[in-house]
């Protein structure tokens, strides 16, 4: 008779609000795939990817908010400088965020209790950083302050507090895909790319069983189901067809109920709640939501509903503590969408609403952990608390605050106990169906970061938590005591203490590229050269002109102007016609109308472009360089000295020319094999070049032809780049390891016995092309057929190279090159400005820094700027010697005041009132019923003199008979 009992929430049905209700106009259209979920909430946010900033933005959003979030609207976390994989809320703070990314870093984030505003860029704390990208990341669902993230082949366990790695779990032979906590949070069970599904003592650091999983090595799924010994996991099999396990991990060699659905490539997405035994399963990219029941006994997994929504980008379970207990609201779910975020409650049906139902809903998780950190690793496990979601007891839901650092401040505050209050004065803030209210007993404990378990106050002014079901709370809650109080009035406090003091915090973490507007474009660019070496930069752009190399005979360089935007003829533009193929060409950074072009005859051409430019495709070139005897690789100007030029060949020597005398001045010797590529010092007075024999080599050139120093450089063999950064304190070298990985290798170049750091990428065929940007210490990273522009914040600091946000185009490009100075836009906070060259177009591109005080001169980012566009010397003083450093200016429009002389801010007015000055105006209910009372008896009272009407004057008698 099992399969005929009846379920309390068999009829429960998804009751999708109207679009008015929904979040709408934000940005999730192009999410990178990832093991993470795209969304999660607490009883306080809501979080979710967006497509913003190469997927490294955050949006936020208050957990009942609804209405139009486009654009500026959309408050949100500037969290990583890549994308997000993974975020996870406390089960015990409704304000603590943890978030890891694609950028191998995990972080902390305390959002305020008052609401975001704008754009939150400082995290509590950065958690860790990785070798590898954090693909999950996970509270203990008991323990306080106790993280688990998952990269490449282990999981790692973090006490959050002391930001040390705990535990670690390696025994995986492939990439873990997914975990999740037992109920009591001494188990963990994951899954991972070789197939198979293990369970885990964490603390014991053991692997208990294994079994085999889904049969395809696609991504998937394990959720352990509460307090029971069962775990779901969602999977592909053979034939790519998505199916639903169900494991008894006493029984654990096969699964004890299996489903299978369609045969779409989204992976299912699993969610359980443990009061109700209810099953939601989604897979990415679907447009249904399924609702299953757990039961005891065979089927186990009963299929009840399907729900059809938009598509789907990601899906969370709302925490049991925002429902709407009164309208039998038993569940709700987040829906991410493309352009939009849809609640959607399940809601049983019953004949009124008017009284609580109390079988629907048995008692829930309290939200108070029963351990902290040290107990849980010292062995201890505690059954979790719960509490009763009956109104009419009184209960009044907290929204939780309980960490100790806050946002941007990297500060641990002492654990505060607070007074103990009567029911009258005791401040909580309440969940009643969809309005959350927070009071200022919570804005107390959030701006004085109190750490402390929260109670609740009952009708006859007794504290207790809530009708608790389990008496285990953490030793550090149980014994309160009440701290000493200062001559102030204050509670004690102990001094906090610092922690990542040493935090590097870069102004242009949070850069941000975008492409300008299209009428500032050239479009219709055709037939570009497939045979320009890999290692030539492609593509040359200054003030004046755009050289871009094209296919067929000759050698042909199009020169385009850069005010000549729009579409460029059907029948091509003129170019320079070099005679022989071109392997490099490069402008002169002092003459918009000179460009130098090595080809594969030998010979270095000179040509001098017209200044209203080309009208036809010419052949005569001005000036030839004739010396080398195989053919060229590389052509460099220096960067302080007029008409000096650098060239590299195939015959393996570097040579120096005087462009005034059109003559070979120096040749450096020394190299075995091809030399990849050559750099200047910032300073002009050396350069280095990196070899195909694996050597590093710096010159000083006019001293001697032999290298003065030489160290080991890359592995590879398939080219690389260089570029003097720091003001010549560290050589930054990009090219490949011996497996074609992609690396970036900083290096002092006052000892290259071994590298200072090294970052390994990706694997692609193409070579990293280097800018660095002296002003703001930025190093811009590209490479032929990428879409994405990488940069890092180059320091002399340890590790020497930060991670800033990524530049992501919608479509592939086939060089950057930057522009000077002089055509940034400090009015947007626009700190460099480069031409994207594409398959048929070029497009500006900008990089700003998000700041809010735009009508002021950023001088803390705009420092005075390099001329780099003058001289210095001239050939003929560099060669006998001579040094001079060049000259700077600022960049600072005559009719905008600097950041540092705007008046300073007035102090923002609080949202809620603190709790001290709360306190000396609150008035309980029977203080404000005597004020009534006492103005109504006031209005009341009686008066014995005479009535108005009795002072009127009356009318005589005889005036009546007229």
Not at 64 to 85: C, M, P, W, Y
Not at 430 to 455: C, F, L, W, Y
Not at 661 to 680: A, M, N, P, V, Y
Not at 759 to 764: K, Q, R
């Amino acid at each position: 008779m099992w399969k005929f009992k009846a379920s309390k929430y068999k009829n429960a049905a998804a009751k999708i609000p109207k679009k008015e209700e929904w979040i709408t106009d934000i940005s999730a259209c192009n999410l990178n795939s990832s093991c993470g979920n795209h969304i999660e909430a607490s009883a306080a946010y809501m979080v979710f990817n967006t497509d913003l900033s190469g997927g490294g933005t955050l949006g936020v959003l208050p957990l009942n908010a609804k209405g139009r979030f486009g654009g500026e609207n959309l408050t949100s976390i500037q969290a990583h400088s890549d994308f997000v994989t993974d975020f996870n809320f406390s089960r015990f703070d409704d304000y603590l965020l943890a978030t890891c990314s694609q950028d191998s870093t995990a972080k902390i984030w305390h959002l305020p209790a008052d609401g975001v505003s704008g754009t939150l860029c400082n995290p509590a704390c950065i958690l860790t950083h990785e070798d590898k990208q954090i693909e999950n990341v996970l509270w203990n669902p008991n323990a306080e302050n106790v993280l688990a993230l998952s990269l490449d082949v282990k999981v790692k366990i973090f006490d959050v507090l002391k930001q040390t790695s705990c535990l670690e779990l390696a025994d995986h032979g492939d990439l873990v895909q997914s975990f999740s906590w037992n109920g009591d949070g001494s188990q963990m069970v994951t899954s991972a790319r070789d197939k198979a599904i293990r369970i885990f003592d964490v603390r014991a650091k053991k692997l208990q069983q294994s079994a085999d999983g889904h049969q395809s090595n696609k991504d998937s799924r394990v959720l352990w189901l509460g307090d029971k010994d069962q775990i779901l996991s969602t999977g592909f099999n053979m034939i790519r067809q998505r199916e639903v396990y169900l494991w008894d991990t006493r029984n654990f060699n096969r699964p004890i109920k299996s489903l299978s659905f369609d045969s779409s490539t989204g992976i299912l997405m699993p969610f359980f709640d443990s009061d109700t035994a209810m099953i939601f399963i989604a897979g990415k990219g679907d447009t249904s939501i399924r609702y299953l029941e757990l039961t005891d006994k065979d089927p186990y997994l009963v299929e009840n509903s399907v729900e059809t929504v938009e598509q789907l980008k990601g899906l969370t379970l709302v925490p049991k503590r925002a429902l709407d207990v009164m309208k039998c609201e038993v569940n709700r779910l987040l829906v991410l969408g493309q352009h939009s975020i849809i609640p959607v409650p399940y809601i049983v049906p019953r004949k009124s609403y008017r009284d609580f139902n109390a079988d629907l809903y048995p008692d829930t998780f309290s939200g108070v952990p029963t351990v902290t950190c040290d107990q849980w690793l010292n062995g201890e496990t505690k059954a979790p608390t719960l509490v009763s979601l009956d109104p009419s007891r009184k209960f009044k839901l907290l929204l939780r605050r309980r960490f100790g650092l806050e946002s941007g401040e990297g500060e641990v505050s002492e654990q505060i106990p607070s007074e103990k209050k009567s029911a009258d004065e005791f401040q909580s803030s309440r969940v009643s169906g969809s309005e959350t209210q927070t009071n200022a007993s919570t804005k107390q404990s959030s701006d004085t970061s109190i750490k402390e378990s929260q109670k609740v106050s009952l009708d006859d002014g007794s504290e207790s938590f809530g009708t608790m079901r389990s008496s285990h709370l953490p030793s550090d809650a149980a014994s309160m005591t009440e701290k000493p109080i200062s001559s102030d009035g204050d509670t004690a406090k102990q001094k906090p203490a610092k922690i990542l003091a040493a935090l590097r915090q870069s102004k242009f973490r949070h850069l941000q590229g975008s492409p300008m507007h299209k009428s500032l474009n050239i479009e219709n660019v055709r037939n570009l050269s497939k045979s320009i070496p890999g290692e030539s930069d492609f593509f040359h752009a200054n003030r004046a002109f755009c050289a871009i190399p094209l296919g067929g005979a000759g050698g042909l360089i199009a020169i385009l102007s850069t005010e000549n935007r729009g579409r460029l003829p059907d029948t091509g533009s003129p170019a320079l016609q070099n005679g022989s193929s071109v392997t490099d060409f490069v402008f002169d950074p002092f003459d918009d109308h000179r460009l130098v072009v090595g080809c594969d005859d030998a010979k270095i051409r000179i040509w001098n472009i017209p200044k209203g430019g080309l009208t036809e495709t010419t052949d005569n070139a001005s000036g030839f360089l004739r010396g080398h005897t195989e053919k060229i690789y590389f052509v460099r100007f220096h960067p302080h000295a007029a008409d000096v030029l650098a060239s590299g060949s195939y015959d393996m020597t570097v040579r120096l020319w005087d462009l005034q005398s059109q003559q070979e001045r120096i040749k450096l010797i020394g190299h075995t094999d091809t030399i990849f590529c050559f750099s200047w010092s910032q300073d002009g007075k050396k350069c280095a070049t990196s070899c195909k024999d694996g050597q590093i080599r710096i010159y000083d050139p006019r001293s001697s032809v032999q290298p003065v120093s030489t160290g080991a450089g890359l592995e590879g063999s398939r080219g690389g780049r260089l570029v003097w950064t720091c003001d010549d304190q560290i050589l930054i070298a990009t090219g490949f390891d011996k497996s074609s990985v992609r690396e970036v290798v900083a290096f002092d170049p006052r000892s290259l016995s071994s590298p200072l750091y090294k970052i390994d990428l990706d694997t692609s065929p193409s070579i990293l092309v280097p800018y660095y940007d002296a002003d703001s210490s930025t190093l811009f990273l590209t490479g032929r057929g990428d879409s994405t522009v990488k940069a890092y914040e180059v320091a002399q600091d340890h590790p020497h190279l930060f991670s800033l946000s990524d530049f992501k185009a919608d479509s592939l490009h086939q060089a950057l090159s930057f522009l000077p100075k002089t055509e940034i836009d400090v009015r947007k906070v626009e700190f460099a400005r480069a031409l994207r060259l594409t398959a048929n177009s070029i497009e500006p591109v900008s990089f700003k820094v998000p700041r809010t005080k735009m009508e002021f001169f950023q001088d803390d980012l705009f420092p005075d700027t390099r001329v780099t566009w003058k001289s210095t010397l001239s050939s003929a003083q560099w060669f006998q010697g001579e040094n001079k450093t060049q000259i700077k200016i600022s960049l600072k429009p005559d009719d905008m005041k600097s950041l540092s002389e705007a008046p300073a801010e007035m102090p923002k007015q609080q949202k809620y009132q603190s709790f001290e000055v709360y306190k000396t105006t609150y008035k309980t209910d029977e203080q404000k019923k005597e004020e009534l009372l006492s103005a109504m008896n006031t209005k009341l009272c009686l008066n014995d003199g005479p009535l108005p009407q009795d002072l009127t004057e009356g009318v005589d008698p005889d005036e009546w008979d007229d």
